[in-house]
Structure formats: structure tokens, C-alpha cells
Nanobody
Framework: QVQLKESGGGLVQAGGSLRLSCAAS????????MGWFRQAPGEEREFVAA????????YYADSVEGRFTISRDNAKNMVYLQMNSLKPEDTATYYC??????????????????????WGQGTQVTVSS
């Protein structure tokens, strides 16, 4: 079992940066691939970024490619999302999620919300224009 807690959200002006953190509990954190998703009011939950259990493989939604960076520190049981050049359309609640994938998985990450096993409660990010 993994418990996840996000932090680092807030209000920022367009063009600014934020760094989201996700603290995970559990001794097997390094066994899980991790992902960030977001959900704006009235919208479906949207994939943002994912990272393999080792951190060697990452994947991004087209809308954030080149602006956001996902990383992890398995020694600290932490996952991060560095968000630069923020836009008003990035405004949403951001969720951290964990999925246990086999070591032989072809990509090492997943981008479908329904496939994830564990979720945090979310942190709000608001980007003003």
C-alpha cells in the first residue's frame, strides 16, 4: 500500500513557476511508477506526466511538454513536478498517483488515470493572467 500527499500548489501569475511535491509512505515506493494528473472544474481528469520506478523513463502530455519536468527521489520517497512558463489554462487541482508495473513493462510508465492504483488528495494550482 502507498499513501500519497501533494503539496506546493498556490496562486501564481502567468509565466511563473511552481514546484509540486508528492510525499509517499510505504517501504516499496521504488516499486511504483508515478504520475501527475490534473482536473479543472467541470472537466475530466487529465494526464500531465509520468515517470518509471527508476526515474529513467518519463512521458508528458503535449500540453506541458517542454514546460513541466517530473522527477523522483526514491531515497526520500518523493516525486516532484517542476512547472515553468505557467499559463492560465494550467489552472487545476493536481493529483499525484502510483501504479505498480512489472519490471519488464515496455515503457515503465502509464498515462491512463483508470490504471493507477493509489491517489493523493490533490493540491490546487491557480494561474492568473
Amino acid at each position: 500500500q502507498v499513501q500519497l500527499k501533494e503539496s506546493g500548489g498556490g496562486l501564481v501569475q502567468a509565466g511563473g513557476s511552481l514546484r509540486l511535491s508528492c510525499a509517499a509512505s510505504g517501504r516499496t515506493f521504488s516499486s511504483y511508477a508515478m504520475g501527475w494528473f490534473r482536473q479543472a472544474p467541470g472537466e475530466e481528469r487529465e494526464f500531465v506526466a509520468a515517470i518509471s520506478w527508476s526515474g529513467d523513463s518519463t512521458y508528458y502530455a503535449d500540453s506541458v511538454e517542454g514546460r513541466f519536468t517530473i522527477s523522483r527521489d526514491n531515497a526520500k520517497n518523493m516525486v516532484y513536478l517542476q512547472m515553468n512558463s505557467l499559463k492560465p489554462e494550467d489552472t487545476a487541482t493536481y493529483y499525484c498517483a502510483a501504479i505498480e508495473l512489472p519490471r519488464a513493462h515496455p515503457t515503465g510508465w502509464a498515462n491512463v488515470a483508470e490504471d493507477y492504483d493509489y491517489w493523493g488528495q490533490g493540491t490546487q494550482v491557480t494561474v492568473s493572467s
